[in-house]
């Protein structure tokens, strides 16, 4: 009986040992989950404050302004404008009825 007594015990030493590298495991597991959730959090704010920032530098009106002060670029006068249109088409269709020129454009100065 003091053999089979000595058995268990040792058997519940060494569950009971199991039990807590299980416990202890369990809870740095949890740990590490929370701080990787933390930075999860961390990068979806930086990742919302990036794209707010892209769309501001982006903005039509910043750019006319960048392109106005610092480059000096101006809008062109409407008669200064030309609007070439590109036709595509197969070589056994017929040919347009006004020949394409390319885009050159002398330069005006006023």
Do not use: C
């Amino acid at each position: 009986m003091t053999r089979l007594n000595l058995i268990l015990f040792f058997a519940l030493i060494f569950s009971s040992l199991g039990l807590v590298d299980a416990q202890h495991q369990a809870r740095k597991l949890y740990i590490e989950l929370e701080h990787l959730n933390q930075t999860e959090k961390q990068y979806n704010q930086e990742y919302g404050q990036l794209q707010l920032e892209q769309s501001t530098w982006a903005m039509h009106s910043r750019i006319e302004q960048i392109a106005t002060q610092q480059l000096q670029m101006q809008v062109p006068d409407a008669k200064r404008i030309q609007v070439v249109s590109l036709q595509a088409q197969p070589a056994s269709s017929k040919p347009a009825t006004a020949p394409v020129v390319p885009a050159v454009q002398s330069e005006v100065k006023p």
